[in-house]
């Protein structure tokens, strides 16, 4: 194939400008391609050339995208272009690459769900948020890398080997939805899919220093994802959101856009529009912000502490009513291990009695001890009574989370106690500063809860560690109102700046 990112392809001869090189295009945003296209400034097929050749030289590397649909996007991109030049407008992404966690099934391309058994599965529909993004014109360029089964906060996988960060490719750039994530930083793909059971889509954001959205729980089909047609059942799990990783915050809220929604298909994503979500349009300077780098005692790395501190004496300087503080009374420890209980009694509901009891006694040992694990382990065990009970304890935690929130604009925390680290044995002890902490506190503590919980939460790019590396923020908000936070999360970067190109890309 001609890779020639700069020549238009015969039948586009109407678009205006040529002088795009391949590393401009690659770092165009989602919503700016999109604009682009439909001006004609830019071709569909320039703007995937430009991407294949950019993932042609950079994924060797990273090994970030591991199945690509090269032929069928060719192919739909060429059809995109014939359809814009007859005033054919398929959609808002009408002929925009995009990625696909390789948990999502998509139609007629390979889904592993990084699991060995699946390793060939070749589905024949598309997930349902895979189907609104073809719908509005999207072209699907391949699919990212995750862990086996997507379970893990690094992304290794049994079938394709490691992915690695492209601020430094001896760390890992997080999981599960990792592939994802260093495919967006590195300029290969401008939009990404993916799913967050336990910080799946916001560690990642924060170890690759893009911008990621765990919409409210429910709002988003999960219909498609994980969906295993043998071996091990995972499904759509209550406690997982799906959404969009992104370099910038637009392009998180026109892929929510898109993809939020009833569906027949899942029962419990409720006919609610975005356009119902109320967005108060406060200035900066009027919003009321808490924050905290400390939940629970668990600690965070030094750096991250002064980012946070430092973001407070810039809000204040903008007329922000900010403060150092959290939902008063709140058990972190107790939230984090009844998160764990309502994932080991969902995960155990689809295991035969050996490998429940096979996962139980391995299960410490391989992810390091801590509240999550604690529970974990306890919930493999539950039985119709115990799970109930965990129930009833989440709901007082949501309760006492959506009093707290009716207080503040947003609630500003880390992602995780440190910045990326180096590839390592799951489970082994991370270092945080002096201190050495179990490996499901310091990747999980700060995202977990908001999985039980269901709250919305942004990821935006905050800040850089004295080696180079991202930190990122969380920003919690109300249940169902994603549309209001994400206007916060805009007005945020005003002062964080927004997506930093890694060196070399």
Known sequence: MDTDETTPPPHSTNHTSTQHSAGDIVFLSAHELAAKIRARKLSSVQIFRAHLTHIRLHNPSLNAVVTLDEE???????????????????????????????????EGLRTTFGYRFTSHYVPTRNATIVERLVNAGAIVLGKTNIPEVSWDWQTKSPIFGRTNNPWNTECTPGGSTGGGAAAVASGMSPLEIGSDGAGSIRVPAHFCGVFG???????????????????????????????????????????LSIIAGSDERHWDVPPVSLDAQKDSLKNLGERRFAWTGDFGGVPVTVETRQAFSS???????????????????????????????????????????????????????????????????????????????????????????????????????????????????????????????????????????????????????????????????????????????????????????????????
């Open 213 to 255: 959205l765990k919409p409210t729980g429910h709002l988003v089909s999960g219909a498609g994802h994980m969906e295993i047609p043998r071996g091990v059942e995972r499904g759509h799990s209550a406690l997982s959101s799906f959404g969009p990783l992104a370099r910038s915050v637009a392009d998180l809220r026109l892929a």
């Open 311 to 505: 973001l407070g004496k810039r809000l204040k300087e903008r007329g922000c009513h900010v403060e150092r503080t959290h939902p008063p009374s709140f058990d972190f420890a107790g939230a984090l291990e009844t998160c764990g209980e309502l994932w080991g009694a969902e995960s155990a509901a689809d295991m035969i009695l050996p490998l429940r009891l096979a996962t139980q006694a391995a299960y410490m040992p391989l992810f390091g001890r801590g509240p999550w694990t604690r529970g974990f382990v306890r919930g493999l065990g539950f039985n119709a009574r115990g799970y109930s009970q965990a129930l009833r304890r989440r709901d007082q935690f949501i309760l006492s989370l959506d009093k707290f929130l009716s207080n503040w604009d947003a609630w500003l925390c880390p992602v995780a106690s440190v910045p990326a680290f180096t590839h390592r044995r799951t489970g082994k002890r991370i270092a945080v500063d002096a201190a050495k902490i179990p490996y499901s506190q310091a990747c999980g503590t700060f995202a977990s809860i908001f999985n039980m919980t269901e709250h919305p939460v942004v990821v935006i790019p905050l800040a850089q560690t004295q080696e180079g590396l991202p930190i990122g923020m969380q920003l919690v908000g109300a249940r169902w109102g994603d549309t209001e936070l994400l206007s916060v999360a805009e007005q945020l970067t005003q002062l964080t700046g927004g997506f930093k190109r890694p060196p070399g890309y």
């Open 72 to 106: 069928r996007a060719l192919v739909r991109a060429e059809a995109a272009d014939r359809a814009l030049a007859t005033g054919e407008i398929w959609g808002a992404l009408h002929g925009v690459p995009v990625t696909i966690k390789d948990a999502f099934e998509t």
